[in-house]
């Protein structure tokens, strides 16, 4: 073949500017995320003078002492209970009632789901006082469960929206099908809907467990014991009356944000799919 014959794909300046655009934005997501975990290997004389730059020496001694310490994984254990019990009920819930809006048709079932996604425009803040008190008469405060309760509250919206668009795309004959042999809507939901629905749930889990685990608001409301706290009221340990070890808050800053960035490496495939894709094509 010769060279007159190849044809050259045209410049697509749409390419150009959307790999610019990319570019800048992992810019900004990686430096601070870099920045942070420099700034742990650093004494705190260093970080004051060069917060940006290469440590000029290793602390590696600053890792290896939240490592080493017990108030450290204690503090992971509180916040992966929580954020757990938290995943498991949003998907629990969620997915119900995101099945019953996506396939059965009631009375009311438009305005109760507009009723639901109003919950989107109010955020967790707003609502603190009437939590606690709620959460106080239910004599779940300062436990485990009022904490992942409110929050299952408050991740039922973007769940159900986004569960019940991925249901919608399951072929309504495969229902029509199930239930002309006599399959009931819950056999259909378990043995048909929820192994089709791999990547959503997956989806829907992770952005629940990250918000979980990075929420202070709810946690600090509702929690008064010290043995009782997630990673993020742990921070509080470096912070003293007049000062703060920022290189020690940087440190374990960075020790605790690293399960929710493996969880997300490990279920972006499914990610992708889930926000991308229906579960059956042809």
Known sequence: MSSAEVTRAPFD???LFKTAFLAVVAIFVL?????TLLGGFKSLGELRVNPFGWPTHWEWQNYADILFSARYWQL?????IISTLTVILTLITASMAAFTFAHVKFYGSSMLLSYLTLGL??????????????????GL???YFGVALPQVAFSLAMSVLLLRR??????????E???????SYIKFFRYVTLPLSRPILATVGTITFVNSWNAYLLPLVMLNTDA?????????????????????????ITLTILPTIILFLLAQKHIVAGLTAGAVKG
């Open 13 to 15: 300046p749409a390419v």
């Open 31 to 35: 430096v601070p995320l870099l920045a």
């Open 76 to 80: 992971l254990r509180n916040s992966l």
């Open 121 to 138: 425009l109010f955020p967790a803040a707003t609502a603190v006082l009437p939590l606690f008190i709620k959460v106080r008469d239910l």
């Open 141 to 143: 405060l300062d436990t």
């Open 166 to 175: 991925f249901f919608r795309d399951i072929p309504h004959e495969l229902l």
């Open 177 to 183: 099908a199930a239930l002309v042999d006599g399959c």
């Open 228 to 252: 009782l706290y997630p990673w993020p009221l742990g921070i509080m340990i470096y912070q003293g009356e007049y000062s703060s070890e920022w290189h020690l808050i940087l440190a374990f």
